[in-house]
Structures are given as C-alpha cells and as structure tokens.
C-alpha cells in the first residue's frame, strides 16, 4: 500500500504571499490531520477532515485554511505569508477521525521558507 | 495544553534502557507514541487508551497513569536503530475537537 503523499516537498515564498500544500492520503483512509512543525514549537495541530469535513481545529490564526475532497485528498492554504510560517508542514491520515483509537500516517512532510 | 515531556535530551550506549515521560494537566482519554528520525516523518509507535492496559511489542513499552495524566515509554536493551526524537501525543478527556497536543519531544542517541 502507498504511503502518504506530500506535494511539494520544498517550497520557497515571499512574504505577503500565498501557498497551497497538497497531500494525497493511504487508500482507505478518510481522515487527514495537518500539523505545523518547528525546531522551537515541535509538532503543532492545524486542523482535521473527515469526510470532506472540518473536524477540527488548532489555535492558529485565519490564513490557515484547508479543505479535503471527495476522494480523501486534502488541500492547506496559508495566505499572506509571515516569516514566522517557515516550518516544516506535515500531514497525516488514518483510517477513521483521529480520536483516541486510531494511529495516524504521517508524510514526509512539506519544507515552506519564507523570505 | 502542551504536555511536557522529560527528559528534553539523553544520550546512552547500546543495551542500556530509557524511560520517557509525558505529563498533562487535562484530564486524558489516550496517549500516543511517535519516533522521529532526522528528516523523516513521525512513526507511529503505540496508543494507550484511559483504562486500556499496559501496550508493548518487542522492547519498547508504555504505560498510561490514569491518576497522575502521565505516560512513559520503556526502551528496553536499546539499539542502534532507536535513536531519534521520541513524542507523545495527547487527547484529553471531552477534548476531542482539539485534535492531538505533542510534547516537544525528546531526544534519545544511542551510542556503539
């Protein structure tokens, strides 16, 4: 079975700019977490879809959006972009919402700078 | 609520053990473990659910302190392969519209 997938791997932007991080799950699975990660803060929650749903949400700001399609495929979009959003970005899937149960696949991750 | 792990950092030599731990002030439902090597993703290690018992395969092991909101994670005889980043992740009671908290982690480096 394939992993979790991440386009693009690395990604360079300006600020004041906008991205769109994509990430294709395990078939099956029908949950996508997505996480932000940096050397100072770790592993911090965006948000989860279930079923094309947000289900939910971590404390950052507006310009973190996401969205997830019918087949599972789930889209991050962060608008106006800060220094401060440099960080590896990481999603995850499993196979129902992740809520105490289920183990979550991890990609390998999307490296966003900004400069 | 960020649950604090410790130690930040440790460093062994092969065959030696670990314990890591990982406290909350919120009431948990369950506990995640997750290992990170140096530029790969988080692997999914283990769960343990409030009033599940103690999980473990191999010699990595948890246990989940349902009175303290703590949980530890035992390497037993630790090799080469188990360095990396150790994180938990937490899920408090009533809290599942949070999604997972991690700790900021722990570094383990086994030493030859």
């Known amino acids: 079975k394939a992993g979790v997938t991440q386009t693009p791997r690395y990604l360079i932007k300006t600020r004041g700019q906008q991205v769109t991080l994509s990430c294709s799950p395990i078939s099956g699975h029908r949950s996508v977490s997505w996480y932000q990660q940096t050397p100072g803060q770790g592993l911090q929650f965006l948000f989860e879809?279930?079923?094309?749903?947000?289900?939910n949400k971590g404390n950052f700001p507006g310009r973190f959006s996401g969205r997830q399609f019918s087949n599972s495929r789930s889209e991050m979009n962060v608008s106006t972009l800060e220094l401060g959003d440099s960080a590896l970005y990481l999603c995850a899937s499993s196979p129902l919402w992740t809520s105490g149960s289920y183990e979550q696949y991890f990609g390998p991750g999307t490296r966003l700078t900004v400069t | 609520q960020q649950p604090v792990q410790s130690p930040q950092a440790v460093i062994l030599r092969e065959g030696e053990d670990a314990v890591i731990n990982c406290s909350s002030s919120?009431?948990?439902?369950?506990v995640h473990w997750y290992r990170q090597k140096h530029g790969e993703a988080p692997v999914f290690l283990m769960i343990l659910l409030k009033g599940g018992e103690q999980k473990g395969h191999d010699k990595i092991s948890a246990s989940f302190n349902e009175k303290k909101q703590q949980s530890s994670l035992y390497l037993t005889a630790s090799q080469l392969s188990y360095s990396g980043t150790y994180f938990c992740?937490?899920?408090?009671?009533?809290?599942?519209?949070?999604?997972?908290?991690f700790g900021k982690g722990t570094h383990l480096i086994i030493q030859p």
């Open positions: 879809y279930f079923s094309e749903t947000q289900r």
């Open positions: 919120k009431a948990l439902y369950s």
């Open positions: 992740g937490t899920e408090t009671e009533g809290g599942g519209a949070d999604g997972l908290t």
